[in-house]
């Protein structure tokens, strides 16, 4: 069973449909040139609703959005595919057994990226969560300064589970990956654990949905070089970009933006290596390791 969102039911996330259903009612909105008092009165509620609808703060219930919609001028078949995401809106979510340990400003990306169809991911110092061995992530927490150590293993059982789009049979995640060639040589955890790890991204390559390109210490200058980011597209709703820092995170959702990081993605991935020489460069790195 799929669900009309486009998302496996084993991924619903109420929160990040309704993050979602929002940022479509602003942008059609604003496409239309109606201010949110105009919204209202289609309604007949007050501003403070339809401001909530938006931000996802209030369930958006199907037959208001397609009220909505229509009185915004939208094409019929955009009416019908978000009064869908609205009436998927209403159910557990998938990551409920890890909520404590997820901070406020991850909550929405990891709900997003469970209902998203393709991903695209550029790193450059540390593999993205998508692609790390257990020990790897272990690793990576042994000293941490916003994980308490009694959730480490908590905390790395969500980025696992995360993972399990990549393995859906049903609609697996498109993932793409540009990570730095330093990386491959950065031995978190030791040389046996970053050994599983290479062995890891060998594995992963192997699958028809996910692609992991090495871009080369040779290349200087590129569109990376502002730092990570990620890209998230849905079969029924507008792509949105996802920029982590230290405490936080920002989530991009202007078109215009979103064509520039898109722009990025398109050259970060001409800039590096071809997925067959990736490849090649990490068994090297994998050889060079020993058994």
Not at 22 to 34: D, I, K, S, T, Y
Request: overall charge negative.
């Amino acid at each position: 069973m799929v669900d009309r969102s486009g998302a496996g039911p084993d991924r619903i996330d109420p929160s990040a449909l309704r993050w979602l259903i929002g940022h479509e009612l602003r942008a059609a909105r604003e496409q239309a040139g109606h201010t949110q008092s105009a919204a209202a009165r289609v309604l007949g509620c007050t501003h403070a609703k339809i401001n909530y609808l938006e931000q996802g703060k209030n369930q958006q219930r199907p037959d208001e959005v397609g009220m909505l919609l229509r009185s915004y001028g939208a094409d019929p078949g955009d009416v019908e595919r978000l009064a869908s995401l609205a009436s998927a809106a209403d159910r557990g979510t998938w990551w409920a057994p890890f909520v404590d340990v997820v901070p406020d400003w991850l909550r929405t990306f990891v709900g997003l990226e469970g209902l998203a169809s393709a991903s695209f991911a550029y790193e450059p110092l540390l593999l993205h969560g998508l692609l790390q061995t257990r020990a790897y992530a272990t690793a990576l927490l042994v000293d941490p300064l916003r994980v308490p150590v009694v959730d480490v293993e908590r905390v790395v059982g969500l980025r696992l589970a995360r993972q399990q789009r990549l393995h859906d049979r049903g609609r697996p995640l498109h993932y793409e990956a540009v990570i730095e060639e330093t990386i491959l040589d950065r031995l978190v955890g030791g040389p046996a654990v970053m050994a599983e790890q290479l062995d890891h991204l060998l594995t992963l390559s192997a699958l028809d949905n996910v692609t992991i390109r090495v871009m080369p210490l040779a290349v200087a200058v590129h569109d990376g070089l502002d730092g990570e980011f990620t890209l998230l597209d849905f079969d029924a709703a507008r792509s949105i970009g996802y920029v982590e820092f230290q405490d936080g995170a920002v989530y991009v959702q202007d078109p215009d933006r979103i064509g520039g990081y898109r722009t990025a993605a398109v050259r970060l991935r001409d800039a590096a290596l071809p997925e067959d020489a990736s490849l090649e460069v990490i068994r090297g790195r994998r050889a060079a390791l020993g058994s």
